[in-house]
């Protein structure tokens, strides 16, 4: 045992020049630990732990087992710590109740398009009627039915909407948008009753919005100018890759996109920041060189990389500074800084500390799946081009003979290669976080990338740069022409056969081995890093054994979906149902619409129903969706799980599981796995915990009704043999996207 230790010691002591690169993934540790709590710790105790590992670390020698802990734990610690701050400072009020009917005033943040009618608009709180200061949240965001081309950021508006607190997972397990719009400052969504209407605010606009409102309307000039050049969908792609704003885009072209593997195109990244300053950084390099009296006297390497930085920090404020965008400019950023210092721009060093300027500054920026992909792909990319860098060159005269032929070959083969390196380090994010996996990425972005790098974005740089001069309409139609061609491989792509699989979501402690094994795979540099394939190889073994429910109910109780013996899903579901059913059957790996899954007549629902309800036989157990409380006496006696829209009538105490609304506005959606004699019940709030973002109950609770009195034989619903019916519509969709 002691060898091993020794042993084990010796590898690490091997490879202490890579130490640093683990300081953010021990930082993310940390902050992941406190995401995954199911309550909230006391301030304390994040503190208290901190201090002790700082002890650990201090007291023992360097280099031993104990200081390396300690310094491991002091790193995840700190993650704690900070997580935990940040999710304090951010803390603002959220709207309480459900679908209230307010009246808002404030200004305008920011004017998304939509692709169909209407926007989506963000606005700073300045009032709302009948709440008091302390209960104002920080912001709401509503979509507008009409489209009104005058609003801008920084006007001053009311509005009367309908709003309800950010919606938690639809499914336990599934995705938490009030956790995101927390750290957003999103106290609300919803939806207008009327158009907002300009008003006059006694109190000055915040600084930050001066800011924020003077780069937003830039960014919808600019979006303007350039969709009067190009109309209709190419200029929707175009705005999406000069401004960030992607709400112009269709739906059809968006799925396009996203099932060739060419969607990290339209998202502003690294890509895109890349080629901005990289083309800066080459342009001014080479004017500098025409002067030989700059040239010849200083380092102009060190001017271009000055005027790199400038640009990209010009393309991140007019692309609207969003947080992939900003990554990559931190990125960038480091890259461009290591050059002034006379380091090497692509190292793994500079990688780890953009990841630690980014969680230190935003730690929840950890749990979004963009930073997770987008970090697994920078890590592996410039991973892969270290070892090529190192790698024994005998032959250092090769590439100067047949440059001709050679440069084609080299700059294709990098494509195909970064492709193939992006593709695998991304695929466990977009499985455990999209359940699918695009089958010929390569292939679109062999045709796509090309152009992007050739004709669009040196077009949309022209673009920027002929703006102020009135000139932008011949950069905007070769930049069409490259997006016309995009746009093609991507729906040519994506219609091939096979182009998409499916997948059902996978346990997460599969996916955590499969991330921790490739982050050892890569950062290690000796055999050390073989023992990274081993944790890759247990991820995936656990994979197919992710959770399969045989029931699911939806918080508002009206979205039902049960398993049947095929294996798939058939929902009982309203109109205002659509968008849970759909994140139900993407984690279920079904690439069934929503539509047509609530459609007995194409999915062959096993639901049967009346006007009073609907049962259903769910591995030889009978479940009642009772809806009428003329079914309520007979749906207690005989049913084994029972779902009601109401409370559990008073006289109703079954043997049977009853899951109620104030179970329902309690624990949020259900998830019962069938095992044998036992039921397995996992809920939202069981699962997901009760943290500063959960949505709480509504205060007001449901009223409690009575059994009624058990009606003549000839009165009461039949036992079996239904009429089978579509369920009763649940009502208006929600107006936030």
């Not at 199911?38 to 304390?44: D, K, N, S, T, W």
């Not at 830039?218 to 890759?241: N, S």
């Not at 593997?261 to 001014?284: D, E, K, Y």
């Not at 380090?425 to 976080?433: D, E, Q």
């Amino acid at each position: 045992m002691g060898q091993l230790f020794a042993a084990a010691m010796g590898a690490l002591e091997r490879e202490q020049d890579r130490w640093f690169l683990w300081a953010p993934v021990l930082l993310g540790c940390g902050i992941a630990t406190y995401f995954a709590l199911r309550f909230e710790p006391a301030p304390l105790a994040a503190a208290g732990a901190l201090a002790i590992a700082a002890i650990v670390r201090w007291r023992w020698r360097e280099g031993s087992a104990a200081a390396i802990a300690g310094g491991a734990l002091f790193a995840a610690m700190l993650g704690f710590a900070l997580a935990q701050a940040r999710t304090h400072i951010v803390a603002a009020p959220v709207i309480a109740s459900e679908r209230s009917t307010l009246t808002v005033t404030g200004w305008i943040e920011l004017v998304e398009p939509r692709e169909e009618r209407g926007q989506r608009v963000t606005i700073r709180i300045h009032d709302i009627a009948g709440f008091s200061a302390e209960r104002l949240p920080t912001r709401v965001r509503v979509r507008t039915l009409t489209t009104d081309a005058t609003l801008k950021a920084g006007d001053a508006v009311s509005v009367r909407a309908v709003l309800s607190p950010p919606a938690g997972p639809s499914l336990p397990g599934g995705y938490d948008f009030a956790r995101q719009a927390w750290f957003l400052g999103l106290g609300g969504v919803g939806y207008s009753l009327s158009a907002p209407q300009p008003v006059t605010i006694a109190a000055p606009l915040p600084w930050d919005l001066q800011v924020r409102a003077a780069f937003n309307r830039l960014r919808q000039t600019i979006a303007e100018r350039v969709t009067a050049v190009l109309p209709g969908e190419q200029g929707a792609i175009a705005v999406a890759l000069i401004t960030g704003e992607r709400g112009g885009i269709t739906q059809a072209t968006n799925a396009a996109y996203r099932d060739s593997g060419l969607i990290h195109i339209l998202s502003i990244s690294g890509l895109h920041m890349a080629i901005m300053a990289g083309a800066m950084f080459f342009t001014a390099r080479f004017v500098l060189s025409l002067i030989p009296a700059i040239a010849l006297r200083y380092d102009i390497r060190k001017w271009a990389a000055v005027a790199g930085a400038i640009g990209a920090f010009a393309y991140l404020t007019i692309s609207g500074a969003s947080p992939p965008a900003v990554r990559s400019f931190l990125m960038v950023l480091i890259m461009f800084i290591a050059i002034l210092l006379d380091r090497p721009a692509l190292a793994l060093r500079n990688v780890a500390l953009a990841a630690l300027a980014m969680l230190i500054v935003m730690p929840e920026s950890l749990i979004d799946v963009g930073f997770q992909m987008s970090f697994a792909a920078v890590v592996a990319l410039v991973g892969g081009y270290e070892a090529w860098r190192d790698r024994p060159n005998p032959d250092a005269r090769a590439p100067e003979r047949g440059w001709l032929w050679r440069a084609p070959l080299i700059f294709l083969g990098g494509i195909v290669a970064s492709t193939l390196i992006a593709s695998f380090a991304v695929a466990p994010f977009g499985i455990y976080h999209f359940h699918q996996s695009q089958q010929y990425a390569m292939l679109a972005n062999l045709f796509a990338v090309p152009a992007v790098n050739i004709l669009i974005m040196p077009a949309a740089l022209a673009t920027l740069l002929a703006l102020p001069l009135g000139l932008e309409a011949a950069p905007l139609q070769i930049m069409g022409l490259g997006i016309s061609f995009m746009s093609g491989v991507a729906y040519w792509v994506a219609s091939l056969p096979g182009s998409v699989i499916r997948v059902a979501a996978i346990p997460t402690l599969s996916f955590a081995l499969i991330v921790a094994g490739g982050a050892w795979l890569l950062l290690w540099r000796t055999r050390l890093r073989i023992w990274g394939l081993a944790a890759i190889a247990g991820g995936l073994a656990l994979a197919p054994f992710g959770p399969r429910p045989d029931l699911l109910v939806s918080r508002s109780g009206t979205l039902i979906a049960v398993r049947g013996e095929d294996g798939r899903l058939s929902a009982l579901a309203g109109r205002a149902d659509q968008f849970d059913l759909g994140r139900w059957l993407e984690r279920d790996g079904d690439g069934r619409s929503p539509a047509s899954v609530a459609d007995p007549a194409q999915s062959g629902s096993i639901f049967i129903c009346d006007s009073s309800g609907c049962v259903a036989r769910v591995r030889e157990r009978r479940l009642a969706a009772s809806r009428h409380p003329a079914a309520l006496r007979d749906d207690c006696e005989r049913a084994d799980i029972l779902v009601l829209r109401q409370s559990r009538p008073a006289g109703c105490a079954p043997s049977a599981l009853v899951i109620d609304a104030a179970a329902l506005r309690r624990e949020g959606a259900h998830a019962l796995t069938f095992r044998d004699t036992e039921i397995v019940v996992t809920t939202v709030t069981g699962l997901h915990g009760r943290r500063p973002w959960s949505v709480e109950p509504s205060a007001r609770p449901p009223q409690r009704p009575r059994l009624p009195r058990r009606a003549p034989p000839a009165e009461r619903r039949p036992p079996s043999g239904l009429l089978e019916v579509a369920a009763p519509d649940a009502g208006p969709v929600s107006g936030d996207e």
